[in-house]
T-cell receptor, first 114, second 112 residues
Framework: DVKVTQSSRYLVKRTGEKVFLECVQD?????MFWYRQDPGLGLRLIYF???????EKGDIPEGYSVSREKKERFSLILESASTNQTSMYLC?????????????FGPGTRLLVL | GEDVEQSLFLSVREGDSSVINCTYT??????LYWYKQEPGAGLQLLTY?????DMKQDQRLTVLLNKKDKHLSLRIADTQTGDSAIYFC????????????FGQGTELSVKP
């Protein structure tokens, strides 16, 4: 079974803090994704990566950056957290390659920025 | 651009069938997906259908795909209270790094 883990289930941070959200997958997947989920808006893609050290902006990258130094790990960084970044953050991975697009999700990190 | 639309809420009685509908815009999608999200959890893959199929059945789940109308539906037979969750429809959008476009999610409430 594919396993995607996220470093924290709940986080509380203060405005202006630098925040790291970690995601690890154990199935040698090529692609990894970070989404945020807000009520009524569904999932919105922040960043994704299709290879080590590669990253692509998603639909809402502003205020975020990412790091993929190893294939299994994809980190989301909030350089200076703001209250409008309070949200549920979901990480996903997929095998990659033709017709291998099924994404598998971690349990999510609920972030509260005060 | 690509878009996926779902109604936000559906309420059914236990034992009835539930039908959750979804419309999408990208006619080149290879796969269409249904994910389930229980409260406080991540998304769990429920089922998917390849774009050259019309129907897929998996136990209590039936997926119908109408490519002409770009309409996807998920039918849950004999709905149980444990089926209460948010259901997301998603479409693949070709070769853009394996991206999926998700709908807003339909919250299914099953009343005893």
């Amino acid at each position: 079974d594919v396993k995607v883990t996220q470093s924290s289930r709940y986080l509380v941070k203060r405005t202006g803090e630098k925040v790291f959200l970690e995601c690890v997958q154990d199935m040698d997947h090529e692609n990894m994704f970070w989404y945020r989920q807000d009520p009524g808006l569904g999932l919105r893609l922040i960043y994704f990566s299709y290879d080590v050290k590669m990253k692509e902006k998603g639909d809402i990258p502003e205020g975020y950056s990412v790091s993929r130094e190893k294939k299994e790990r994809f980190s989301l960084i909030l350089e200076s957290a703001s209250t409008n970044q309070t949200s549920m953050y979901l990480c996903a991975s997929s095998l990659g390659g033709a017709l291998q697009e099924t994404q598998y999700f971690g349990p999510g990190t609920r972030l509260l920025v005060l | 651009g690509e878009d996926v639309e779902q109604s936000l809420f559906l309420s059914v009685r236990e034992g009835d069938s539930s039908v959750i509908n979804c419309t999408y815009t990208d006619s080149s999608s290879t796969y269409l997906y249904w994910y389930k999200q229980e409260p406080g959890a991540g998304l769990q893959l429920l089922t998917y259908i390849f774009s050259n199929m019309d129907m897929k059945q998996d136990q209590r789940l039936t997926v119908l795909l109408n490519k002409k109308d770009k309409h996807l539906s998920l039918r849950i037979a004999d709905t149980q209270t444990g089926d209460s969750a948010i259901y997301f429809c998603a479409e693949s959008i070709g070769n853009q790094g394996g991206k999926l476009i998700f709908g807003q999610g339909t919250e299914l409430s099953v009343k005893p």
